[in-house]
Nanobody, 119 residues
Framework: QVHLVESGGGSVQPGGSLRLSCAAS????????MGWYRQAPGKERELVAA???????NYADSVKGRFTISRDNSKNTVYLQMNSLKPEDTAVYYC?????????????WGQGTQVTVSS
């Protein structure tokens, strides 16, 4: 069982930055691959960034070069640094945990945090 709590969302102007955090509890965090999904109104939820238990990373083409995912296993936390934000980044962002040997999305979700990019 994994409990995930996101924080760090908010409103920002285009070109601005935000850092999302996802704190995990309840299991051995280092065994899980972690991902950040987002869902904009009227759109399907999409995986924007992922980091393996070994800290390998992957990004959606739409955020490459702007977003950085990282993890701190000593704090059971995964981060998403978002720079050069665009209005199309506006969405609810969700943290997701996936056990090794399973597919995305993983079984565990956070409650989501709203990111709004607008002038």
């Amino acid at each position: 069982q994994v409990h995930l709590v996101e924080s760090g969302g908010g409103s920002v102007q285009p070109g601005g930055s935000l850092r999302l955090s996802c704190a995990a509890s309840g299991s051995i965090f280092s065994l899980y691959a972690m991902g950040w999904y987002r869902q904009a109104p009227g759109k399907e939820r999409e995986l924007v960034a992922a980091i393996s238990s070994g800290a390998s990373t992957n990004y959606a083409d739409s955020v490459k070069g702007r977003f950085t995912i990282s993890r701190d296993n000593s704090k059971n936390t995964v981060y998403l640094q978002m720079n050069s934000l665009k209005p199309e980044d506006t969405a609810v962002y969700y943290c997701n945990a996936r056990r090794a040997g399973t597919s995305w999305p993983g079984y565990y979700w956070g409650q989501g945090t709203q990111v709004t990019v607008s002038s």
